[in-house]
């Protein structure tokens, strides 16, 4: 079973920038990332297809988070910019072979999660 290690987050003022960081322990097709705030479904982010530009976002992050991908160390980042208190949530790096890249219950594996705070 792959594991994912996520890093980064933590608190960044409104329009500030964070950037978080997920490694899995063994090959993946898709990565991507997902978000959850207390009493809400966890919601879809920004995912990466594994190749070329096969990369989707949640519409209110497309032009201020960007997703990469480097499959030689299996590893997903998002680097978010122009953050907003909006954007506050804990952050979850999903791996597996989804066949909708959107769809956090067509992910396999999860990471632990990792907090995202932006103060306005």
């Known amino acids: 079973q792959v594991q994912l290690v996520e890093s980064g987050g933590g608190l960044a003022p409104a329009g500030g920038s964070l950037r978080l960081s997920c490694t899995a322990s063994?090959?993946?097709?898709?990565m991507g990332w997902f978000r959850q705030v207390p009493g809400q479904e966890r919601e879809f982010v920004a995912t990466h297809g594994g190749s070329g530009d096969l990369t989707y976002y949640k519409d209110s992050v497309k032009g201020r988070f960007t997703i990469s991908r480097d499959n030689a160390k299996n590893s997903v980042y998002l680097q978010m910019n122009s953050l907003k208190p909006e954007d506050t949530a804990v952050y979850y790096c999903?791996?597996?072979?989804?066949?909708?890249?959107?769809?956090?219950?067509?992910?396999?594996?999860w990471g632990q999660g990792t907090q995202v705070t932006v103060s306005s």
């Open positions: 999903a791996a597996g072979y989804p066949a909708r890249l959107k769809f956090a219950s067509d992910y396999d594996v």
């Open positions: 063994g090959r993946t097709v898709a």
